[in-house]
């Protein structure tokens, strides 16, 4: 390695480790005080005036010149049409991914339910789709397919009535690969808009895009912006943060193959975190001497590069008990643990998006096929929520149907504990029937 390191090494055991990983780990999604004016500006003026500001919108931002905003719907033949284009070999891999995704959520399906008691009284849940739902896919400096695949395929499998998609296409460039995966993940719609006036127009509907119950997909700093805003209105999945993974490893999986697994997130944005823990010194060694011979082939060698610099680390650690700890405190996004029993090593972990367990499970499957989903928990908040899922598609309503015998004991219940809040006509109403024939 040269004298300036690529990346940052840090050792559990120094004076000022907790200080240190503290500063690494402190990121804020960024509260750009013009980037709120904006988007407040742009969400009010799709709220007041529709399709006209969604086209100018995408006239300024865009540079897509349409007369009415109909024209922004890309029809369903032109979907079709670029799944039978696509290279084979493209197809075939977006469709065996398309079905792996499939067959993962479908186990995540939950159903509705009921139980009797001995008195007649039935209780339970029912559990429904959403009617319709939104779905944000970038569409500028990066197109993702497999974005529209992960938050599609979960929505067609929970049952959801109708699935509009919102991609923006500067300059009226239209990915073929976006438009072939939303053919083959059964999106209803799809509309050549985005940023916030894309999400402004599905939380609040126009006379051309039709307003959804919920809004889901990844987005730049405008479109988080306009997701927390709108939210309330309709329903998000998350604010999502820079890609982040933490890989802990005992020394026994090739430097080469970790090393190209930091650079795969850092790849993602120049605020994108990678992370390596061992307790083996000699290990990281290894793995930073393979990160300055390949990180010159890397095409976004320049990200790369500054995402190591300023949030990618190295650090030793006592041992993997201790680099288990530390992955709890981190609670990344993704985590590897290449390891032998990893299985028993994961077994101490609270707190991730996604684990990936033993050398050969690299994230980058998880991102496009494994099956799993790959819109996950950042910032830390994984200590709290979870990965995109069926269950992000369907709501649970209570079900209560109380029997002459039931209304008699839960009527006095009821009673009691109304009165003791102070609301008398609550009372008096499970009275009634407590008391009535």
Sequence with gaps: MSATRVISRLDSTAADFDTRLGTLLAHEPEQDERIGQTVAEIVAAVRERGDAALL???????????????????????????????????????????????????????????????????????VTPLDRVGIYVPGGRAAYPSSVLMNAVPARVAGVGEIIMVVPTPDGVRNQAVLAAAAIAGVDRVFAVGGAQAVAALAYGTETVPGVDKIVGPGNAYVAEAKRRVFGKVGIDMIAGPSEIVVICDGTTAPDWIAMDLFAQAEHDELAQAILLSPSGQYLDAVEEAIGRLLPSMPRRAVIERSLADRGAL???????????????????????????????????RHAGAIFLGGYSSESLGDYCAGPNHVLPTMRTARFSSPLGVYDFQKRTSIIEVSRSGARTLGKVAATLARAEGLEAHARSADMRAEGD
């Design 56 to 126: 100018e919108y995408t006239r300024r931002f865009d540079r897509v010149e349409v007369d009415a905003a109909a024209a922004l719907e890309i029809p369903v033949a032109e979907l079709r049409g670029a799944l039978a284009a696509l290279a084979p070999e493209v197809r075939a891999a977006l469709e065996a991914a398309a079905e792996r995704v499939r067959v993962f959520h479908e186990r995540q399906l939950a159903q509705s339910w009921s139980y009797s008691e001995a008195d007649g009284t039935r209780l339970g849940q029912r």
């Design 315 to 349: 650090i030793a650690v006592r041992d993997l008990a201790e680099a288990c700890t530390i992955a709890n405190r981190i609670a990344p996004e993704h985590l590897e643990i290449s390891a032998e029993d990893a299985p028993r090593w994961a077994e101490q972990i």
